[in-house]
């Protein structure tokens, strides 16, 4: 470590990893407090342990489609990051559009799983009672699936081509116009019948597609984007750089979706304890995943520096830039688990006064906090791997983890040894803490291995 870091400028590379990652955080909250505002806007609905707990399991199958999209599409990013360290700006643009196919085939499956999840539901033995509104729910969700798959595309081509901004830009305007629709919607204002939490899904619905058409013409008339003429044409599908795509792309897609189902699968799993548990559970992990943004936004700035040293030569630049990342992610886990362990009560008042959810909630923000560290690594480590384009092995690294791990050690902690929610959070720690070992030392390995 000692040769790559001397004579570097330490300070200098942190700004300008925050320079990228400062604009990826903010939108990344921004995106997911409109999550964090559906929960507590719902929880102020009359019939709350319902609305919450549906809120919970409909969002857990929206997540499970949306991590497979997300981390497909991803590969966009690290693919325009270094063909423009290569100034090869036309042919970012031209992977792009090709990519385009794959979003809009993405699309059709999204919107058939949440169109059609009440049997999904069912076969998972929900409680009944939830089932019917988080079917409902999913419906009005699924109006906005294939939105979502276009935002993540032009999303991942801008921040490839180090232009982090628009993603602050379409978050902040999505909640700002989250919040009134929601309000509407859900409550029944200017002659519009309550919805209730189905309101919820469409509000999301509305703000997807007006953060797609605001992505567009930004990119559109932008002079950033002048020079990689992404919208200068349309080609017809070219199977070859389609499957290019794919190959690093899919690996992406199932490591996010792995680590993703252990979350979906906790959700799923404490829904069959009843509406209480899954409201609690819906609280903590809300609260733990809306700070797992500024993670998730500075993993993609580590993407974008990496994949940006390697396209233009520089493999102990690439490695630099993965070691400053992981510096800077264990300072912010700190602050993020400090704030978990000092003040519960008060994280959990935002949510709901409830004297039966609210102590369970609290118990359940002291797993959250601990598992801060190995959450913010593993993802930061993913990070840096995928600006080298290596996704196959972290596949392998989140099933051990998350599945067998994870997953196994919190159905049998949950069910078996009936530690209810705490069981399934104790797994989700321990599938954490495995992944953040293999996946730094995968990072080791690689960037020595570019070095070499």
């Given at each position: 470590m000692s040769s790559i870091t001397k004579g570097k400028n330490h300070l200098a590379e942190i700004r300008r990893t925050l320079h990228l990652a400062l604009p990826v955080i903010i939108g990344q909250l921004a995106?997911?407090?409109?999550?964090?505002?559906?929960?507590?806007?719902?929880?102020?609905?009359?019939?709350?342990?319902?609305?919450?707990?549906?809120?919970?399991?409909?969002?857990?199958?929206?997540?499970?489609?949306?991590?497979?999209?997300?981390?497909?599409?991803?590969?966009?990013?690290?693919?325009?990051?270094?063909?423009?360290?290569?100034?090869?700006?036309?042919?970012?643009?031209?992977?792009?559009?090709?990519?385009?196919?794959?979003?809009?085939?993405?699309?059709?499956p999204y919107f058939l799983l949440c169109y059609f999840s009440e049997p999904l539901l069912t076969a998972f033995r929900i409680d009944p009672v939830i089932v019917p509104t988080a079917a409902a729910y999913l419906r009005a969700m699924s109006w906005g699936a294939p939105g979502l798959c276009l935002v993540f595309l032009l999303r991942f081509f801008s921040e490839g081509t180090g232009h982090t901004r628009p993603t602050m830009?379409?978050?902040v305007t999505g909640a700002l116009l989250n919040i009134p629709l929601n309000y509407v919607l859900m409550f029944g204002k200017f002659g519009i019948p309550a919805m209730g939490t189905v309101g919820v899904g469409y509000a999301t619905?509305?703000?997807?597609?007006?953060?797609?058409?605001?992505?567009?013409?930004y990119i559109r008339s932008?002079?950033?984007?002048?020079?990689?003429?992404?919208?200068?044409?349309l080609e017809k599908p070219h199977w070859g750089e389609i499957w290019g795509l794919?190959?690093?792309?899919?690996?992406?897609?199932v490591a996010i979706f792995v680590e993703g189902s252990l979350f979906v699968m906790a959700a799923l799993l404490i829904g069959r304890l009843g509406p209480v548990p899954a409201a609690a559970h819906l609280i903590a992990i809300n609260f733990a995943a809306l700070v797992f943004m500024i993670p998730v936004g500075l993993s993609s700035a580590i993407s974008i520096r990496v994949g940006n040293a390697v396209?233009?030569?520089?493999?102990a630049g690439a490695r630099?830039?993965?070691?400053?990342?992981?510096?800077?992610?264990l300072v912010i886990q700190t602050v993020g688990a400090v704030c978990m362990l000092l003040f519960p009560e008060t994280i959990v008042r935002l949510y709901t006064d409830d004297s039966v959810i609210a102590p369970l909630a609290v118990s359940l923000l002291f797993y959250a906090a601990v598992f801060q560290y190995p959450d913010g690594l593993q993802m930061?480590?993913?990070?840096?791997?995928?600006?080298?384009?290596?996704?196959?092995?972290?596949?392998?690294?989140?099933?051990?983890?998350?599945?067998?791990?994870?997953?196994?050690?919190?159905?049998?902690?949950?069910?078996?040894?009936?530690m209810g929610p705490a069981g399934m959070w104790i797994g989700m720690i321990a599938g954490l803490s495995v992944a953040a070992v293999l996946l730094l030392r995968r990072f080791n390995h690689t960037s020595k291995g570019f070095m070499a």
């Open positions: 995106v997911f407090s409109m999550n964090f505002v559906d929960t507590v806007m719902s929880g102020r609905l009359p019939n709350r342990e319902i609305a919450l707990a549906a809120l919970g399991i409909g969002g857990a199958v929206w997540s499970s489609m949306l991590m497979f999209v997300l981390g497909t599409l991803m590969v966009v990013q690290p693919s325009v990051a270094q063909l423009d360290g290569a100034a090869k700006r036309r042919e970012a643009a031209a992977q792009t559009r090709q990519a385009l196919w794959i979003a809009v085939t993405l699309a059709v830009l379409y978050g619905s509305i703000v997807i597609w007006l953060q797609f058409l605001m992505l567009f013409f932008h002079r950033h984007y002048e020079p990689f003429e992404l919208m200068s044409r794919l190959k690093v792309g899919i690996p992406i897609a396209g233009r030569g520089d493999p630099y830039a993965g070691l400053i990342g992981i510096l800077i992610i930061v480590a993913s990070g840096a791997l995928r600006g080298f384009k290596d996704t196959l092995m972290p596949v392998v690294y989140m099933v051990i983890s998350f599945w067998i791990v994870g997953l196994t050690l919190g159905y049998h902690l949950t069910f078996a040894r009936e």
